[in-house]
């Protein structure tokens, strides 16, 4: 063959992606920041005099009260802006799935902080003019109140739509759209915060900071959240291949030129959002299911409502937006330590791809559960990876009633059948009852927790 043939035909050989980016964030940065942003709203209050009105009677002390907490208020709900903003550098280091619990704490922390500051407003209001009077100010009479009110409500009913009981019953998309209210709720506070009180009025200094770190996170959720949809959008792949890999499962492979700017590791994840009529205004997360290439990602997607059943309808050349990826397991995390996968159901996409990666040194050994024979899916890849890198196998199949062990995963099973599982490095992945299963076995069986890896439930 002349050379220059020989080198085209190496060149459309696939090539693995570029890993995705790092960070050199630790936890001590994110703790500066956070100490960083509590000393400026803690001296801003102290500057106004705030510590010392506590001591001077019951109503310069519920003003002080008001202050501080509507102060406190507000950065609880700026941060947890920057975490659904989805900065980077944070996200490669906590993971989205920490992001979003974090979120979700602050969330319940603010509305918690509202509360008060609602609570001690009345209480200093109703000081002049009696609790009717302190009532009508708050809600209107008074500059800036009535948007305040309002925006006030918004955060308390998101914080009731996100209560576990109540969000239970809801569809992710109903509660996802709710929840947007409290981006509205928390602007709408914004010019009583500036105006009423007196923690801003005097403090210019304080009052431009605080305009800027508002700007600040406008910027971060335009730049990284909307900024990363509208480029995955504009740089979409399509569906190239769709393949049945189980009665309710299915492969789909996505290529295109957009690849070139991807940078993916295996073991990420990317939302899905496919660019037609009815479809275009949801996206769904996915895990990769083979590592990612210049011949395209593949996922692995279960039918487990409209969105994902409807995945595997979507006719070939369907322009799909990802964005992406997420994700902190990669094979990074793994590095040269021996492995052990725990894995349930569809939740083996993940493993499949990062088990590409591995090589001998890492004797992977993989335990997947699943309810049926016909949901060990990729069975016959995932036994010929791990057995090309001299690791084993074990599946374990039938539902929970019907298994001769209760618990699969207590410390004794886990130790019986990998005798050396407390050196190993774990990644679980399947459903959540798996995942604590899993978790609380590999405490027992002497697993350092930092050495667990899993995705925690965000919804
Ligand atoms: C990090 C991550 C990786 C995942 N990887 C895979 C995978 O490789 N293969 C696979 O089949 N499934 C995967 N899933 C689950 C998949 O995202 C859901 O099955 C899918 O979103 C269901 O949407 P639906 O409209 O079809 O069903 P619905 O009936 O709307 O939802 C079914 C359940 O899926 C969850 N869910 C729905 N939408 C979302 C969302 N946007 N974000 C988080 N959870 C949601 C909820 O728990 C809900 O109860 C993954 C989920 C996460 C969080």
């Known amino acids: 063959m002349p050379p220059d043939e020989r080198r085209t035909s190496v060149n459309r050989r696939p090539h693995p992606l570029a890993p995705a980016r790092g960070t050199r964030l630790l936890d001590t940065d994110l703790a500066g920041m956070l100490g960083a942003l509590l000393i400026f709203v803690i001296g801003v209050w102290v500057r106004a005099g705030g510590a010392s009105a506590l001591a001077h009677g019951w109503t310069a002390a519920a003003t002080s009260i008001t202050e501080v907490s509507g102060l406190l208020a507000s950065a609880a709900g700026l941060v947890g802006l920057v975490l659904v903003g989805r900065p980077r550098f944070v996200e490669r280091h906590l993971g989205l799935d920490r992001m979003f619990v974090w979120h979700r704490i602050l969330g319940e922390l603010m509305a918690v902080l509202v509360g008060v500051h609602i609570a001690a407003a009345l209480v200093e ?29 918004l955060i308390g009913v998101v914080t009731v739509s ?15 759209f709710v929840h947007l209210a409290a981006y509205v709720g928390f602007a709408m506070s914004y010019g009583h915060q500036i105006v009423r009180g007196t923690l801003f009025g005097d403090d210019a200094v304080g009052r431009w900071a605080w305009g800027l770190l508002h700007l600040a996170v406008v910027g971060v959720i335009v730049m990284r959240r909307w900024g990363t949809t509208v480029r995955a959008v504009l740089r979409p792949l399509r569906i190239a291949r769709i393949e049945p890999v189980s009665p309710d499962t299915v492969a789909v492979h996505l290529a295109g030129p957009g690849l070139g700017a991807i940078k993916a590791s295996p073991g990420q994840f990317f939302f899905l959002r496919p660019l037609r009529a009815r479809w275009w205004w949801q996206a769904h997360p996915f895990s990769l299911s083979a590592a990612p290439s210049s011949a395209g990602l593949r996922f692995s997607i279960k039918n487990r409502g409209d969105a994902s059943g409807g995945l595997a309808t979507l006719p070939l050349g369907t322009r799909v937006a990802v964005e992406g990826p997420y ?50 899916v990729h069975l016959d890849e995932v036994r010929a990876l791990v057995e090309e890198r001299g690791g084993t196998l074990h599946t374990l199949v039938g539902p929970s009633a019907t298994l001769a062990i209760r618990d699969p995963f207590s410390a004794s099973v886990l130790r019986r059948a990998v005798p050396d599982v407390a050196d190993r490095i774990v990644v679980v992945c399947g459903p959540d009852r798996l995942v604590w299963a899993a978790r609380n076995g590999l405490r027992g069986a002497g697993v350092d927790p930092s050495d667990v890896h899993y995705e925690r439930s965000w919804w």
């Open 125 to 153: 209001w109703s000081a002049t003019g009696g609790f009717l009077a302190a009532l009508q100010d708050l809600t209107g009479r008074q500059p800036y109140m009535a948007l305040a009110t309002v925006g006030a409500l």
């Open 162 to 176: 996100s209560l576990a009981s109540v969000r239970r019953r809801m569809s992710y998309e109903t509660w996802y």
């Open 327 to 376: 994700g902190t397991c990669t094979p990074e995390t793994i590095a040269d330590r021996k492995a052990l996968f725990i894995v349930g159901g569809v939740g083996v996409a993940p493993v499949r791809s990062l088990l590409e990666s591995l090589t001998a040194v890492n004797q992977p050994v993989v335990l997947f559960r699943a309810s049926s024979e016909r949901d060990l």
